[in-house]
């Protein structure tokens, strides 16, 4: 599919920081050549430093850590549910087949949508916001893992069996194992599903502690712009690390996916794309969990940089 | 282990593969089977390791009728490299069928090292599958079929992917557990030659559809075999014609 060639790493590197030098000069020059009010769009530089000096700030601190905390649980939650469930969709096809029509129904509601009804429920605090990203992150981890289970190769599980292995231990032993990779794709496009429905909802309810909710209230401040625009540069840092410590991850953890062995093969150690050969998988996740974020066509371009860009175009 | 085929069949769908196969394997013989690619013979080994039921007749091992995979069974699959796990190293991957026995993690370690030694793989324990060449590969999938001392060894072309020598060293290394051991095997090969100097016995197959034996042949050579003596007898050159013969089917005989 993607068998154009792409840049080397190093030039990947360089035309990388290009385009951010350039977006940078591009907002820094819009800022001060006056085209629109400075207290609307504040200079690059300006809001960069903003970011900078928020590190040092107590209070903002805490509000990242709670974001952070929510994102970790809702994720956390979510895997948990989603790779059982999985498995058992995957490997039980009758189980599959009854359960299959209450996901179909499910899987487009929109989570952003569902903030209102959510908080109505539980509340502002966090336990609205875990509710709601466990809900958004489920979809892309499940499909995965029922995708990767379905690309199990019959001749592994047929050499476990003949070896005297039992219906359990292929499970656990095989397919497992061998849907890892697709299930930690998942997980990737899930962090930054997460994090988007983190901000969203908290800049929704506007309550309680997080980044969401500093982002809410600067905006409600009188030349509150720059702020505004720190706390989106902190989103999108956050969501480029998330993203890139699961890249990571998944290279050091999964170095025998197909798409490895092509890049060592190519002598290039450090592609990308994270996931074996799970262009479709991928794809076919990204679809899910944007299709469940149809609402979030309002609030994805507004929690920009979650990483969730990066994540989901490749 | 006596293995028994009784007018086995096996098709997929419509395809008739194999056709009225009778066929009895007493215990400890060493049956080697050959015949044209694409006449059946993985399916044969795949049947009779219970990973397919029968379409007709029956495979049966002891008198037993063989439902799922028999007890005490090892396979070396022709597609090695995809039956090798690459999240395990090469030493987990051969330890893996120890597991079934109990053994403790330690032993289970011991025994791979010294088995995957006699397949001159020694030191490569801890890299992984991926990390080797095919013949390499190759003899990963042996090692670990030979580790649990199986009494039923069904074997794919185990030897496809080596160099002459390499070969015939684990020829001789087969012959050897064989004797040792007592194991009944099932060895499958393209290679005349190889079917003469490691069996016991040589059954050849049609080319499908609907193979069947059309040569079953006793190997009345010298139990003890040598690389270089054994293949020079005049008796090991007949044995080879009269299978080559068979393999060429009746028209092209000379
Ligand atoms: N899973 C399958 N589905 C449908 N047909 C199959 C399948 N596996 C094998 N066949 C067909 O069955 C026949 C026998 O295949 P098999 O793999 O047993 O041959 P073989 O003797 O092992 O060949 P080779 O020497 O090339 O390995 C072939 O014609 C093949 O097309
Ligand atoms: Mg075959």
């Known amino acids: 599919m993607r068998r154009l060639r792409r840049p080397k790493r190093h030039q990947e590197l360089w035309l990388g920081l290009l385009g951010v030098l350039l977006a940078f000069g591009i907002c820094e020059a819009v800022g001060r050549a006056g085209v629109v009010r400075r207290s609307y769009l504040p200079p690059a530089s300006e809001v960069v ?21 929510a994102w970790a649980l809702g994720l956390g939650l979510s895997v948990a549910i989603a790779v059982p469930l999985g498995l058992l969709l995957g490997s039980v096809p009758l189980v599959d087949s009854a359960v299959r029509v209450i996901v ?11 903030i209102p009804l959510v908080s109505l429920l539980l509340g502002t605090g966090i336990r609205t916001e875990v509710a709601l990203i466990t809900y958004a992150c489920v979809w892309p981890v499940l499909f995965n893992t029922i995708y990767g289970l379905g690309e199990t190769d019959p001749l592994a599980k047929d050499t476990l069996r003949a070896f005297g292995f039992g219906r359990l231990s292929v499970l656990l032993r095989v397919e497992l194992p061998g849907t890892a990779p697709f299930i930690a794709a998942g997980i990737r496009i899930s962090a930054s599903v997460a994090l988007i429905l983190a901000v969203a909802t908290e800049l929704l309810s506007g309550f309680g502690q ?21 706390g989106v540069v902190w989103a999108g840092a956050l969501g480029l690390v998330i993203n890139g410590v699961l890249v990571w991850g998944e290279r050091r953890l999964f170095p025998w996916t197909p798409e490895r062995q092509t890049e060592r093969q190519a002598g290039r150690g450090w592609v990308r794309a994270g996931a074996p050969g799970a262009g479709a998988a991928e794809a076919d996740a990204v679809r899910s969990g944007a299709g469940s974020e149809p609402g979030s066509d309002a609030s994805g371009p507004e929690a920009p940089g979650t990483g969730s860009g990066s994540g989901v175009v490749r | 282990m006596t293995l028994r085929l009784d007018s086995l069949g096996q098709r997929y769908g419509e395809q008739v593969v194999l056709h009225d196969i009778d066929l009895t394997v007493p215990d400890g013989q060493l049956l080697c089977v050959v015949g044209p690619s694409g006449c059946g013979k993985s399916t044969l080994l795949r049947t009779v390791a219970g990973l397919q039921p029968a379409y007709e007749g029956s495979v049966s091992i002891d008198g037993t009728p063989v439902t799922g995979v028999p007890d005490q069974l090892a396979v070396v699959f022709q597609d090695y490299g995809r039956s090798l796990f690459p999240w395990l190293t090469v030493r987990d991957n051969v330890a893996l069928p120890l597991r079934r026995r109990g053994l403790p993690r330690a032993e289970r370690r011991e025994q791979a090292e010294r088995i995957l030694e006699r397949v001159g793989l020694e030191g490569a324990g801890r890299r992984h599958p991926w990390q080797l060449s095919g013949g390499m ?30 070969r015939e060293d684990l020829e001789d290394l087969l ?32 080319p499908g559809p609907a193979s069947h034996p059309v040569l079953d042949l006793p190997v009345t050579l010298p139990t003890k075999r040598d690389q270089i003596t054994t293949r020079g007898l005049p008796e090991f050159v007949a044995l080879r014609a009269q299978v080559g013969r068979a393999v060429r089917g009746p028209v092209a005989s000379d």
């Open chain 1, 210 to 230: 997080g980044l969401g909710i500093f982002i809410a209230q600067a905006g409600l401040a009188t030349d509150g712009t720059r702020d505004v625009l720190a």
């Open chain 2, 175 to 206: 012959l050897e557990v064989h004797r040792s051991d007592g194991a009944t095997i099932v060895f499958v090969t393209h290679d005349i030659d190889e079917s003469v100097y490691v069996g016991d016995r040589v059954v050849v197959l049609s």
């Open chain 2, 137 to 166: 590969q190759q003899r990963v999938a042996i090692a670990r079929a030979l580790v649990c001392r199986p009494s039923l060894l069904l074997m794919d072309e185990p030897f496809g992917s080596l160099d002459a020598q390499t």
């Open chain 1, 104 to 114: 179909e129904f499910l899987r487009p509601l929109p989570s952003v949508a569902l």
């Open chain 1, 49 to 69: 430093a903003r970011a900078v000096q928020l590190a040092g700030d107590g209070a903002f601190m805490d509000g990242v850590g709670a974001t952070v905390k």
